[in-house]
């Protein structure tokens, strides 16, 4: 089963200003967080699925960045983040309970974009946790990440059943974010183009 998947992106920080109770509604699907580094790439950096994105897109924005909980894993330098997310995770870079993460956490949202594709029209065998895992294996496989637990809640399990996955960016400056294409087969082999 094939699905297509049309990314839309905003600055993760547009929504700062509103008050709390502001929550756009964007439907059930997909999101991830991208950064811009400071060589001019932009980088796939987590992963996400929500049957209400715009509720996730504030809970990320007000407890990951504006107001981090200690349970988070922060880079432990934003410079060293933002000038290269991969090697931070590669490189286990992260940590909880970090005093500065205020300050690291508002460097990197003031270059993080959120990216997000409803997905409405899923098989009854498959869920919306399968497409995240498909998508979150093949942003792994796209910048090499080869540590686990940093893109993602990625415990949740394999899909059932072969899924392919095309994604289509309504800006260009994205299209290297992910693979054009995903295939993840029955005998969980994973291909992308």
């Known amino acids: 089963m094939r699905y297509e998947l049309h990314w839309k992106c905003v600055p993760l920080n547009a929504i700062a200003y509103h008050e709390n109770w502001y929550d756009p509604y964007l439907g059930q699907g997909v999101y991830m967080l991208v950064v811009a580094t400071t060589d001019g790439q932009y980088v796939a950096y987590y ?3 929500s049957d209400d994105i715009g509720r996730r897109w504030r809970e990320h924005l007000n407890k990951w960045f504006l107001n981090p909980d200690e349970k988070y894993w922060i880079a432990e330098s934003a410079d060293d983040f933002l000038a290269n997310p ?3 995770f590669n490189e286990n870079r992260t940590a909880q309970r970090l005093a500065n993460r205020v300050e690291t956490q508002k460097q990197i949202l003031d270059q993080t974009w959120f990216c997000f594709s409803e997905v409405n029209c899923l098989r009854p065998w498959h869920t919306l946790e399968d497409i995240e895992y498909v998508l979150q294996r093949g942003v792994m496989q796209h910048f090499q990440i080869t540590e686990d637990g940093h893109i993602g809640d990625t415990g ?3 899909p059932r059943g072969a899924l392919e996955i095309g994604n289509h960016f309504g800006r260009s400056f994205l299209d290297a974010t992910l693979p054009s294409t995903i295939h993840f087969d029955d005998d969980d ?3 992308i183009e």
């Open 189 to 191: 082999k994973m291909t």
């Open 47 to 49: 992963v996400g699925e």
């Open 156 to 158: 949740r399990g394999k």
């Open 86 to 88: 991969v090697r931070v």
